[in-house]
């Protein structure tokens, strides 16, 4: 028995499934999750001191590679100074300031301490705003655990074929509409019979929780349309897409300004933080300068404030984003490769850091029917296989990939080198 299957057993004993949060249990891949005790740079190192190159990088917040000896220094230099006040710190303004100027149409920016508090807040905060009770998303879309959101939701809800949750009332879930990821006339058609009832509608800006599917041309452009024609307020869901599709975010990328945008992940550097922000005249609604209700006990900590600020300052320097979008690219480029060299329809699509690929004949995939209808079998196999050459990819046919900066050329041919010797035995 490895390390990892003893730890397992004995974490399913005390926590639901051996795990905090589901799709680390392998449910959609089998076997036994690995437990990692140790990352450096763009290495994990599991329990057994068998070392994977990282594709996740902690689901996305390691975009620098892990124990960077940046935040690690600030990190400790933080620790010295107290973990916590629960009172207001200047590193909290100097990150708000810098989240302003990186993603201008931010212009008032209140933190939390997850994605899912992010979405969450904001769509409380549209409601409240706008008066109106309806939200709109898109299947396979996910944005976190919040009850209005988990309807028809992808990520772990939809590997675990539970995109509908019990536990979350049909009175609230009826006030969310689900519609179809880059279908604007769907969406047009939608707002002609209900527009004026909708206080948001919420967007992954690249889709990444139903793998890795980037916006049609149009699509963001027409929601911002038909939101201004409405007055609902558009939320770009940016957790995963923020700082990493550019440093802008997706809304930098293909520049289209929402008004309201949810972060998360990378605003961390690996510590629990979200941040919700947007125009002014909405922020300026919630608590204490409005009375749409937000807090948290834990909200700026210092520490999580000094990792991500730290991690914001990294990424800022000139370039830091071209490089990483051509680490990514050859990730992809080299992967269609080993697949066409094996005679394996595949589809590969990235995103500036993040990238997604599908056993398909489909030559692109921008829907969330395509994507059910990928060969997820031969999806298993291949993650399995790749384990075992030490490429560590999500556990999941409908999560996206994520490139780090500590990512090298070696690395990279070592994992393509890994995919063209799996994919000649699917
Ligand atoms: N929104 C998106 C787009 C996400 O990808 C996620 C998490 O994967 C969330 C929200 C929820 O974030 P968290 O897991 O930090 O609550």
Redesign the pocket.
């Known amino acids: 028995m490895t390390h990892s299957e003893t730890l397992f057993e004995q974490a399913q004993k005390y926590i639901p499934g051996g795990v905090n949060s589901p799709v680390r249990a392998f449910r959609g891949v089998g076997g036994t999750p690995v437990f990692f005790k140790h990352a450096e740079g763009a290495y994990l190192y599991d329990e057994d001191d068998r070392r994977y190159i990282d594709f996740i990088g902690s689901?996305g917040p390691m975009i620098l590679g892990h124990s960077d000896p940046r935040i690690k220094a600030a990190l400790h230099a933080q620790v010295d100074l107290g973990v916590g006040y629960g009172a207001p710190t200047a590193i909290e303004t100097e990150m708000a300031k810098k989240v302003c100027e990186l993603v201008p149409s931010i212009e008032l920016v209140r933190m939390v301490n997850?994605?899912?508090e992010a979405?969450m807040s904001a769509i409380r905060l549209a409601r409240g705003y706008t008066g109106r009770d309806k939200i709109v998303k898109f299947e396979g879309c996910?944005?976190?655990h919040v009850d209005s959101l988990l309807v028809k939701a992808g990520?772990g809800a939809l590997t675990l074929g539970v995109p509908n949750s019990p536990g979350i009332p049909a009175s609230l879930a009826e006030h969310t509409i689900t519609l179809n990821y880059n279908d604007i006339d769907q969406v047009r058609e939608t707002f002609k019979d209900i527009g004026d009832q909708v206080a948001a509608i919420i967007v992954?800006p690249v889709a990444?929780?139903m793998n890795c599917i980037p916006p049609v041309p149009g699509f963001l452009e027409g929601l911002r349309e038909i939101c201004d024609e409405h007055g609902t307020v558009l939320i770009f869901?940016e957790?995963?897409t923020g700082f990493r599709v550019s440093l802008g975010g997706a809304q930098g990328f293909y520049g289209v300004k929402p008004d309201l945008t949810?972060l998360?992940k990378v605003i961390g550097g690996g510590l629990p933080v979200?941040a919700f922000g947007g125009k002014r005249e909405i922020m300026e609604h919630i608590s204490p300068l409005g009375p749409v209700y937000q807090a948290g006990t834990l909200s700026g900590n210092p520490l999580a404030m000094t990792a991500g600020l730290t991690t914001l300052n990294a990424i800022s320097e000139p370039g830091f984003h071209d490089k990483l979008t051509d680490k990514t690219n050859k990730v992809r480029d080299g992967l269609k490769a080993a697949a066409d060299e094996a005679g394996i329809p595949l589809t590969v699509q990235s995103a500036g850091a993040m990238f997604g690929f599908f056993f398909t004949s489909e030559p692109s995939v921008t829907t969330f029917e395509q994507v059910m209808a990928c060969d997820v079998e031969r999806f298993k196999k291949f993650f399995q296989g790749m384990l075992k050459e030490g490429i560590y990819l999500a556990p999941s046919a409908f999560e996206a990939g994520f490139t780090t900066a500590a990512l090298s050329d070696e690395d990279i041919e070592f994992t393509l080198a890994a995919a063209r010797k799996v994919m000649a035995t699917l």
Do not use: L, R
């Open positions: 689901w997850s994605g899912t979405t996910y944005h976190g990520s992954e990444g929780n869901d957790v995963m949810a998360g979200g």
